[in-house]
């Protein structure tokens, strides 16, 4: 399909694809999930629908099987202008967006999907809030209320290891966060092996400028080592709701569990109070940073995924080459 860019489209670096425009350029994609293949990835989300997989994540997919091979093929010929033997280079998807946009949903059906394909099923996930300082120091830097937002995360922790995986180290450990403890475990790490991808995922990872009063550019960001990058949107209100939604879930099920860090506090809390503390939280933290911080990185990403009020995605925007 060859696709005439509108008026408006000529001037963009994106070209615009409806849901309609996308889903056909599945056509040809070999891939086959059998019916286990299907359930697995319901496992990953009861809501996403079958329709949804077939129509957006397979054409992306895709798109990102033929980048991948493409970019294998260019660093072999690197190897081979240096004469090295087999240097593995990991291919390396940033996904970025709000807080409940969706951001490790997509990126789980991604990482299920990409592992299918022959050249490369080892496929990695990472996300940043690894890299989010312990509640210890944030405590003592007085930013609690501002997990999420920029200064909150050990940044050149986080560049370094992008850059060790990039760089074909064999082995490279990543701090782990628990939403439950909601704070990082000091005594767990996730260990990557030289995947054939690593996807990242959080919300900072198209960042550029610094913070505080260090607003001045880093010379290194996170994203200069992304072979492509994701970013999910949506409308702000629907993320709000999506938000409170997951809140309500979480106070039925994580925050009865005693070990929660929320188990005190909000437990058992009726309904309508449930519904105020997850607005108080989105209006104080999570939306402000999306406005300030996230939000105006949409633009630096190679594609966009827009989505509609029911996580169905409605437009897809890429990046012209
Ligand atoms: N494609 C989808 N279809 C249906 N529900 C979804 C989809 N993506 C996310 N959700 C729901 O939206 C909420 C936020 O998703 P999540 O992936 O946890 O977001 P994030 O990682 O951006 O915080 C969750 O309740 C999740 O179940
Ligand atoms: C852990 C998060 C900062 C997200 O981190 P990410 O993996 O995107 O780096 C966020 O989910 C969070 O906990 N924000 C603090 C406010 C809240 O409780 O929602």
Known sequence: MIKVPTKDEKFSP??????????????STPLSLTEADLLKLQGINENLSI?????IYLPLSRLLNLYVAATQNLYDATNTFFGNKNQKVPYIIGIAGSVAVGKSTTARILQALLSHWPNHP???????????????????????????FP????LKRLI?????VKSG????????YSHLAYDILPNEVQVIRQPDIMIIEGLNVLQTAGYGNQRHMPSVFVSDFFDFSIYVDADENDITRWYVERFRVLRKT?????????????????????DEVAMQIWNEINGVNLRENISPTRFRADLILEKGPDHSVKEVKLRKL
């Open 14 to 27: 994106f070209i615009t694809f409806s849901r309609e425009e996308w889903k056909e350029l599945r056509a």
């Open 254 to 274: 994580a925050f009865q569990n005693p070990n929660s860090y929320f188990h005190h506090r909000y437990a058992n809390l009726a309904m309508e109070e449930v």
């Open 122 to 148: 080892k496929v990695d996930l990472v996300t940043t809030d690894g890299f989010l300082y312990p509640n210890r120091i944030l405590e003592e830097k007085g930013l609690m209320k501002r997990k999420g």
């Open 51 to 55: 329709e949804e997989v077939s129509d």
């Open 151 to 154: 200064e909150s995360y050990d």
């Open 169 to 176: 180290v064999p082995e490279v450990t990543v701090p782990v």
């Open 160 to 164: 370094r290891f992008v850059a060790d």
